[in-house]
């Protein structure tokens, strides 16, 4: 609204601000930046509960998570938004709303929101994190459904064959 609407940044970005916003923007912009940030989500806390399961200690499992998670996402931010500010020096004012929003949603995202907020909730939550309803529980115990890590092979990691391939 502040740039588009209200025209601030019009001569940076190249446009005439009419006034008003694309009504469907902010929408397809909340949509599209919904998606992504569950994907940022399951990078970053599949790390953590990786690290929580292994140790037990949630504060150290959130700086493990997010050290470990912190490259990827940092990575997949950067080309998200490169390539979303790519829309913003187009000359279709719909495009470049489009471009210079979502370009700002994934910054804030990747930094702000999984960088600070998701760790400070975490922290803040403790063992809530890992709460499951007592059905969904029920059924992980029955069909012995876990997220430890796998049993080792009959011959071990040792040795010749796959398992040497895979180290």
Known sequence: MWIFQQGHLS???QFTSSGSTEPSIPILMFCIAYGLSMDYEVFILSRIKEEYDRTGDLTEAVAAGIQR????VTAAAAILAF??????????VFLKMLGVGMTLAVLVDATLVRGV???AFMK????????????????????????????????????????????
């Open 83 to 92: 390539t979303f500010a790519a829309y913003g020096t187009g000359s279709i």
């Open 11 to 13: 001569g940076l970005l």
């Open 117 to 119: 907020l998701v760790p």
């Open 69 to 72: 998670s912190g490259p990827l």
């Open 124 to 167: 803040l939550a403790g063992r809530a994190n890992w709460w499951a309803p007592a059905p969904l529980r029920r059924f992980h115990e029955r069909y012995g459904i876990s997220e430890a890590e796998a049993p080792e092979p009959a011959g071990g990691r040792e040795g010749s064959g796959t398992n040497a391939l895979v180290q």
